[in-house]
């Protein structure tokens, strides 16, 4: 065998060197891009989504999700929806699920669904409405639609150039699990449904009130976690911030 000249085992070395430097970069540009070039991605197309698309995605969602739905607590949401500040082009449908299951949830464009379960825990009717008013807050926001965007990237895309939101609805429909608000999401829906609450009439320590009911729950609830709340994390915070706001409301 040739032995190696020591320049040309040198030369290797850096060579070697500049690859594995190359590849590590190449590796921490490419965690960034997917950690924060992707939720930038879904802001900006949520954007850029018609209203109109929202409803239509979010309807098939809803159907998907609980056919046996029915309308429900119609007064409260009529309530809150003439109480924004702004015109909104949703229209908020709220449906109650017969499921002991303690959840909530926004489909973008304004269905609401909100569970047995969770009515039950709330420890009073004046709860209620606070539910309606953190969940329209997601529509609003358009938290939902984001959240949709970042899981299902690719085929949200396809589905808006189509114009078809059917493939996407089988996979929102099949994968509700790995949708998630951002902390910040929740934050924004607590705090501009609190305001909602007060503009509406309604007590906005309802709000905090609901948290805390719904932290009971899951403490003395055999160890069952309502879906609500391992869907929306830090709570304790949650009713402190909720708390201290309805205060400065009063
Ligand atoms: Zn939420």
Same mark, same amino acid.
């Given at each position: ?102 959840? %909530?949830?926004? =489909?973008? *464009?304004?269905?609401? @669904?909100? /569970? ?6 709330? &420890?009073? !009717? +004046? ?42 609805? %089988?996979?929102? =429909?099949? *994968?509700?699990?790995? @949708?998630? /608000? ?6 924004? &829906?607590? !705090? +501009? ?51 201290? @706001? ?5």
């Amino acid at each position: 065998m040739t032995p190696v000249p020591a320049s040309a085992a040198s030369a290797n070395r850096q060579f070697l060197l500049w690859t594995l430097a190359l590849l590590l970069l190449a590796g921490y540009g490419l965690h960034a891009l997917w950690t924060r070039g992707l939720p930038w991605a879904a802001g900006a197309a949520t954007r850029l989504v018609p209203a109109a698309w929202e409803r239509e995605l979010g309807e098939s969602i809803a159907a998907s999700i609980a056919p046996g739905a029915k309308p429900c607590l119609e007064d409260a949401a009529e309530r809150l929806a003439r109480s924004l500040p702004a015109p909104s082009p949703y229209t908020f449908q709220v449906r109650c699920v017969p499921s002991a299951e303690i959840n %909530a949830l926004a =489909a973008p *464009g304004g269905v609401i @669904l909100v /569970y047995e379960g969770l009515l039950q825990a709330a &420890a009073t !009717r +004046e709860e209620i409405p606070a539910v309606l008013a953190h969940e329209m807050q997601h529509v609003l926001l358009r938290h939902s639609t984001r959240a949709i965007f970042r899981a299902f990237a690719l085929q949200a895309v396809i589905s808006l150039l189509a114009g078809d939101p059917t493939g996407l609805v %089988a996979q929102v =429909a099949g *994968g509700l699990g790995v @949708l998630h /608000y951002m902390r910040a999401d929740e934050e924004e &829906a607590d !705090r +501009e449904g609190v305001l909602l609450l007060k503009r509406a009439g309604f007590n906005p320590l309802a709000m905090s009130a609901l948290l805390e009911s719904l932290d009971a729950a899951t403490a003395g609830g055999a160890g069952v976690v309502p879906t609500w709340i391992s869907s929306h994390p830090d709570i304790r915070q949650r009713i402190a911030a909720t708390r201290a @706001l309805a205060h400065t409301l009063r």
